[in-house]
């Protein structure tokens, strides 16, 4: 035994002594990677996913005469260039067009594609594709910000997997395809975890306070900018006042450091104002009213007060109908402020509406939940993501409360990233669901989090590893266990032993007893009996336990699984040959007509090119009482504007349905919709992603409702009903060769009963 404990003593001495080379070396291998596999990542996805956003001639007539005249362009230049894109040549300040018109809010994005659009260049693609490629480079220079934001907070685990995991993260990636002002935000929100995370140090009292005071000032002009560019960031220094006053140990000097950003701030926000001013004639910072964007908030969901969606022209459309002012005639004070009042009305009648609308919005942007939810290899499944959403909340508290135990210097630096987290989704998910442009700045926090999260975890791991072995090592007994795991927890890994560097000469004569002594001496002080740990962590053990088997025991109605072992008929599409669809459970066999066989979710899927394919199935509803339609549907954009068709069971007659496109000349022209007996649901179903569709019938209560990505869709109610006989087509109308639809469908499920969540 002693020969064996002079064995592990050696060779672990000589680990301490080496390992901080080994991760110095670490540190630019793991971010070089990153950066690889991000940047071919990142090709591949901008390849699929590339998209010019309606609107963009617009910000280019902005930019062009943002020398000249701030906030201001020419709509008919907007028109020439969608008539005439390839003839269209950059200028600045010199357009033939006079700028007359003038947008309602956020003025930044036009600035900043003043100074990286190049005069002279010709075709409005080729200019989209230049702000393209800087999207591109922004996007992976944030792969080394969370870098040193994962270095910072979690050490050396939390380095390397902070840039990995955003390297690989399809979302951010989806975003940057869109040439259009919502990536932005996502930079901005990066940089500002940089400062809190990186730049903040309260704890090296070396920083002079003279530079301390320029690194607050310019943090405050950096807020300004990014309100310049996106109003979420407006009120972000005062919710982080707080953790100033924390930090400084006093509040004085907390409400200092604060004037100081709101004088940078304000280098940006008051030429916003006066801009404001200017072309509409209202000291604000948008034309915008606030009480308009909490009821575009209500109209997403289904409500008692007949706001339909939540389109402005809608909104504007319903205030009249109320009784209220005309936006066009009125202005918008009298609007807004009729608004604030319906609004107050509103929640008086129905306050239940709105916290659960604020409920769901929240736990739909804590998570993410979109169906971009994809890490490169790892997570790539709808279920395997549902897995993740429910897992991700539990993580991160757990690790907040063991940084709060071991390391408090950074569960206070950990706590920034969480304030500016909560703060962004607040500011969105308050009043709006989790749509992947609005939520944009929160992914840089998720990433973080995420990292900092599996970091802690991973690194009490090897603490408590590391401290049975030097517990061991010097006889400490379980006594001293407590303070070895401490200790092992709070070593830097690119540090010597101690803090000290150690050379290789040096690496054979380390003596661990001095600092595990010094590690004893400095826990005793620190807990006044070892029960006080021990009972902390059995507190944390505890709760990490039933938290893990609350959650995998919690069952799904709609998972995936269970669909399958419940379903009626079920398609799964994994067929190879074309022509005949099989039914899994044997009774119901589909054709198709010219789809192809394409690579799904799961398995196979069909594509349909939106000329001539279909699926016709010999189910139809007459005589049912309930039922359930599950499928996962990627649609596409047509060569050509038209209705577009998923599904339908002969909706020409009474109670039978059909899912298709809204009217290109609607306000919801990007949007689909359930229709049945007259009335419409609006259904959220973008192009070029995923989106789990489930519609639910019940003939005997009266009502068909939908869902879209998980969440409630909408219903519409009546009396008893009978569904007619018309067999299920999918991709066309069922009784008619028109609206054919072009996209990819996997997976279509139908139960004979309801099965709801």
């Not at 070089?32 to 071919?40: D, E, F, T, Y």
């Not at 930019?63 to 600045?92: C, M, R, W």
């Not at 080394?144 to 840039?163: D, N, Q, T």
């Amino acid at each position: 035994m002693p020969i064996l404990k002079e064995i592990v003593s050696n060779n672990y001495t000589a680990f301490l002594a080496n390992r901080p080379r080994v991760v110095r070396f670490l540190f630019p291998c793991i971010l070089v990677i990153s950066l690889i596999i991000g940047a071919g990542y990142r090709s591949v996805v901008v390849k699929e996913n590339y998209e010019i956003w309606n609107g963009l001639g617009v910000f280019f007539s902005l930019a062009s005469n943002f020398q000249k005249t701030q906030g201001a362009y020419s709509f008919d230049e907007y028109l020439d260039i969608n008539k005439n894109p390839d003839e269209y040549v950059y200028t600045k300040g010199k357009s033939k067009f006079e700028p007359t018109g003038s947008i309602e809010n956020e003025l930044g994005w036009s600035f900043i594609l003043s100074f990286i659009l190049k005069e002279g260049v010709k075709g409005f693609h080729n200019l989209a594709l230049i702000i393209a490629r800087y999207q591109i480079m922004i996007d992976l220079s944030i792969i080394i910000i969370l870098f040193w934001v994962g270095k910072r907070i979690a050490g050396s685990v939390g380095a390397c997997l902070a840039p990995l995991l955003y390297s690989i993260f399809k979302m951010p990636m989806v975003v940057m395809s869109w040439v259009t002002y919502y990536y932005w935000t996502i930079p901005f929100s990066a940089l500002s975890l940089l400062f809190w995370a990186v730049i903040y140090r309260p704890e090296d009292k070396k920083i002079k306070i003279h530079w301390k005071y320029i690194s607050f000032f310019l943090y405050g002009v950096f807020i300004g900018f990014a309100t310049f560019v996106r109003l979420y960031f407006l009120l972000l220094p005062l919710f982080m006042a707080p953790l100033l006053f924390i930090r400084e140990k006093s509040i004085k000097k907390g409400i200092i450091l604060l004037l100081i950003i709101l004088f940078g701030q304000s280098f940006f926000v008051i030429p916003q104002i006066l801009i404001t001013k200017k072309h509409f004639g209202r000291y604000a910072l948008t034309n915008r009213g606030s009480w308009h964007l909490v009821v575009q908030g209500l109209g997403i969901y289904q409500n008692p007060w007949g706001i339909k969606d939540s389109g402005d022209l809608t909104v504007a459309a319903w205030a009249v109908e109320r009784g209220g002012p005309d936006l066009n005639k009125d202005g918008m004070d009298a609007y807004n402020k009729f608004l604030g009042k319906e609004v107050f009305k509103m929640f008086k009648e129905h306050p239940e509406i709105f916290i659960r609308n604020f409920k769901n919005n929240m736990i739909g942007g804590m998570t993410i939940s979109t169906h971009y939810f994809q890490f490169f290899g790892i997570v790539d499944t709808p279920s395997e993501v549902g897995k993740a959403f429910k897992v991700f909340p539990w993580m991160v508290l757990s690790s907040f409360i063991l940084l709060y135990i071991f390391h408090r210097e950074k569960f206070w630096i950990a706590s920034a990233v969480f304030l500016q987290g909560l703060y962004l989704l607040l500011v969105v998910c308050t009043f709006f669901p989790s749509y992947i442009p609005f939520v944009a700045s929160y992914i840089p926090v998720f990433v973080a989090l995420l990292a900092i999260a599996t970091a802690v975890h991973v690194k009490l791991f090897i603490a408590l590893t590391e401290g049975g072995v030097r517990c061991w090592l010097n006889g400490a007994g379980l006594r001293g266990y407590p303070a070895m795991v401490i200790e092992s927890y709070r070593e830097d890994w690119s540090a010597g032993y101690n803090s000290v560097n150690l050379t290789e000469e040096q690496s054979n004569s380390i003596n661990v007893s001095a600092p595990i002594k010094e590690a004893k001496e400095k826990f005793s002080s620190k807990f006044k009996t070892r029960k006080t740990f021990w009972g902390i962590f059995a507190g944390i053990f505890f709760i990490i336990i039933v938290a893990s088997f609350l959650i995998l025991s919690k069952k799904d109605p709609l998972d995936r699984k269970q669909l399958l072992s419940k379903a009626y008929v079920a398609w799964t599409l994994d067929d190879t040959v074309e022509g005949i669809i099989k039914d899994s459970k044997g009774k119901h066999d589909a054709i198709s007509v010219n789809t192809d066989i394409i690579k799904g979710p799961w398995g196979n899927a069909r594509h349909f090119n939106g000329r001539d394919s279909y699926i016709k199935t010999p189910v139809s509803f007459s005589g049912w009482k309930a039922f359930m339609i599950s499928l996962w549907v990627r649609p596409e954009k047509k060569d050509k504007d038209g209705l577009s068709v998923i599904l339908d069971n002969g909706h020409d007659a009474n109670n039978n349905f059909v899912v298709q496109s809204a009217d290109i000349n609607s306000p919801n022209s990007e949007k689909w919709v359930l229709h049945f007996n007259g009335k419409d649901i609006l259904l959220n179903i973008p192009f070029e992603q995923w989106t789990h569709l489930v519609i639910v019938v019940d003939a005997e209560k009266g009502y068909v409702k939908a869902y879209t990505g998980g969440k409630e869709a909408g219903i519409v109610e009546m009396g008893r009903f009978e569904l007619g006989n018309t067999p299920l087509t999918f991709g066309k109308l069922a009784k008619n060769d028109d609206r054919y639809f072009k996209g990819t469908i996997e997976e279509i499920i139908i139960l004979n009963d309801v099965v709801e969540n």
